[in-house]
Every structure is written in C-alpha cells, then in structure tokens.
C-alpha cells in the first residue's frame, strides 16, 4: 500500500512534485469535494491569511463556492499568484498556464521556478522549473 497524507486541514502550501513514494491528496473543488493526489513533498506556508483570501475569491461573485469545476482562466491565475507573492511564502512559483483546465479551487498546478530565496526553506529540488500543486483548505 502506498503512503498517503491527507492536507484537509494543513493551510496553504505547494506540494513539490517528486518521487517519494508519498501521495498527498485534498478536499478541492468547492462543492465537489474532489479528491486530487500527487507524489512529492509537501512544504507548508503558514500563511493563513493568504489561504483565507484564496477561499473568499472561491466563494465570491465568479464562482459561488463551485470550486471552478471547468478550470481556472488567466484572470484566475493573475490573482493566485499575486496573493501567494503577497503572503510572502519564500517559495518562487507560478500558476502552470499550460494546465489551467486542470486546476480548481484548492488545487493549482504550479512551477517552482527556482530555489527559495528566504532561509533556503526549499532546496535540491532542481532542475527547474519543477511541477506542483498550490493547495489549501477546500471553501465547502
């Protein structure tokens, strides 16, 4: 049996992409209660202001708590990005464009464009750009 991790409750963070034989999966997709898994590492933000953000614009006028179930669309990722560089997480990411009908609300599809600059909190995970999930708890 493979190890799985279950992120319910562990706030924002990026699930960095990589072979540990441990799956992680969330509760995403508003509503939908999606159940997403990815092999990596898990690298928690502690940022629960930026998570309570995400799950206000989730929630709002746009979506209405449907958990962007079609995907998400640039003016979506424009605003992810902006809050997780306003959180301050020290990891360098971008929304993965090319995967943006794949992401919804509390599963994003990221690229961890290089090392993190703060207190070396991610390292050794080159070459980059490297593929991973931005999650956080599921607004339903």
């Known amino acids: 049996m493979t190890a799985r991790i279950r992120l319910y409750d562990a706030g924002l963070g990026v699930i960095i992409q990589h072979p540990t034989g441990v799956l992680y ?3 995403t997709c508003g509503h939908c209660c999606a159940q997403p898994v990815m092999e990596g590492v898990f ?3 502690g940022a629960e202001e930026s998570w309570l953000r995400l ?5 709002g006028p746009k979506y209405r708590g449907t958990g962007a179930m079609q995907g998400l669309d640039d003016e ?3 605003f ?3 809050v997780v560089r306003d959180g ?3 990891v360098p990411l971008h929304v993965d464009r ?3 009908k794949e992401s919804h609300e509390a599963w994003v599809h990221v690229l961890i464009v290089g090392e993190a600059e703060q207190f070396g909190v991610v390292s050794g995970f080159g070459p980059y750009p490297r593929r991973g999930v931005l999650t956080w708890p599921n607004s339903d």
């Open 98 to 100: 090319s995967r943006l």
């Open 43 to 45: 690298v928690p933000f």
């Open 55 to 59: 799950n206000a614009y989730f929630v």
């Open 80 to 82: 992810i990005e902006s």
């Open 25 to 27: 999966t969330n509760q």
């Open 88 to 90: 301050r997480t020290g």
């Open 76 to 78: 979506d990722a424009t």
